[in-house]
């Protein structure tokens, strides 16, 4: 699409792939994005929160399912993107059975600290049914 005079319409001001990239508004985008589909996979089968405490730890979505289970997932734009120390706080918080970073990358991994390093999709496969 284009404006009357030419010009690209560039929401938020984004003109090309690369602007996106290092654009604030990629990882609130993409955060939104994964806990919809994060949250629709689940069937009703958990109930979704979001938890923050006092000390602003944080974490992006915590599910409860009906078997007892609680997975904390943390969600980043990038692969290369670390959980902050927070999540690990707000998981012992919360008594996560199950830790998750979903990413957008490509590839699946486990971190240093032995969390799992999802993209969506295999992230989605991993959640009960």
């Not at 979505?61 to 969600?75: H, K, M, P």
Request: with cysteine; proline share 5%; glycine share 8%.
């Amino acid at each position: 699409m284009r404006y009357p005079d030419g010009q690209p319409i560039a929401p938020l001001g984004i003109g090309s792939v690369e602007h996106l990239r290092e654009h604030d508004a990629l990882g609130h985008s993409w955060e939104s994005f994964a806990v919809e589909a994060i949250v629709n996979s689940s069937n009703g089968n958990a109930t979704p929160a979001f938890y923050r405490d006092k000390e602003k730890t944080e974490i992006d979505l915590a599910l409860r399912f009906s078997s007892g289970a609680i997975y904390a997932i943390e969600i980043k734009a990038s692969s290369d993107a670390k959980a902050k120390k927070g999540f690990a706080i707000g998981c012992d918080a919360i008594g996560a059975t199950q830790r998750l970073v979903v990413h957008s990358g490509e590839t699946d991994f486990t971190s240093d600290e032995g969390v799992p390093r999802l993209k969506l999709v295999s992230a989605l496969k991993r959640l009960p049914q």
